[in-house]
């Protein structure tokens, strides 16, 4: 007499059981089912991130050797904001450099702390962006009139510290009339190579340095990265940004 219940009673929680798990299964099945984008290697400029390419190679701008940027695809369109200059902190090392008058002195402690500074990166033998880096640098001191060596410490680092003495530095100045408060510096390649890459400008081969400029204000703490063979003027603007930021402090 019982059995026919019990039956009936097992194949109705069994049934119940089998609705019940369904929804999960099927979650399960569009989870798996689910397309997961694919990543697209493309090769973007260090310092013209809007110039991207399908191929290795360097840069139509600055002729910068693109590094691989890998994004999912489609790639998304950067905003404006994307590409302004960004503030940041650097760490910078107190290092024994050499300047181009031949004297030791001590990065950090005497050329940078608590000032507004310009910093560019250079080596003499360059045939390519370095020269118009100088120049610009010539046009900056120019357009800071007074206000360069007494406001405004600018400095050339060499990323050949090998090659580039102090002789050889204060020859290359020279053709761009390097006046007081522009300062070239190199040194030791130990201590040198510590610098590069605290301010994020070393690199495996000199001929892979980037057209960049710091430009920051220490006693605030405040640095930005900008095209160095931008017109002067705008670097002049951020160098004026930062001197009063600074001011604010």
């Known amino acids: 007499m019982f059995f026919p219940r019990i039956s009936l009673c097992l194949i109705m929680i069994s049934a119940a059981l089998v609705l019940s798990s369904a929804p999960v299964k099927t ?11 694919q990543k697209v ?28 940027v890998e994004t999912p695809s489609p790639t998304p369109t950067p905003s404006p904001a994307a590409e302004k200059p960004a503030t940041e902190k650097l760490n910078i090392p107190d ?49 800071l009139g007074e206000r360069a060596g007494r406001d405004v ?3 050339s680092i060499s990323v050949d510290p090998v090659t580039d ?7 290359w100045g020279e053709k761009f009339h390097a006046a007081r408060g522009w300062t070239f510096v190199t040194g030791a390649k130990p201590q040198m190579d510590e610098l590069l890459r605290a301010l994020g400008a070393a690199t495996a081969s000199p001929q892979d340095h980037s057209p960049m400029v710091l430009i920051g204000n220490d006693a605030r703490g405040e640095w930005t990265r900008t095209y160095g063979l931008a017109p ?14 600074g001011s604010e402090h």
């Open 153 to 155: 410490q600018m400095i």
């Open 27 to 37: 979650v399960e099945a569009q989870t798996r089912k689910r397309p997961q984008p």
């Open 95 to 143: 290092v024994e450099v050499v300047n181009q008058e031949g004297q030791k002195i001590k990065f950090y402690t005497d050329l940078v702390k608590d000032r507004v500074v310009a910093i560019n990166f250079i080596f003499t033998t360059c045939t390519t962006i370095c020269p118009p880096l100088g120049a610009t640098f010539a046009r900056v001191q120019k357009d």
């Open 41 to 68: 290697t493309t090769y973007s400029c260090p310092m013209h991130p809007d110039y991207k390419s399908k191929k290795p190679g360097a840069c139509p701008k600055c002729g910068m050797t693109l590094r691989p």
């Open 165 to 171: 003495t102090p002789e050889r530095l204060k020859a």
């Open 232 to 245: 002067s003027r705008q670097l002049v603007e951020l160098i004026d940004k930062a001197a009063a930021g």
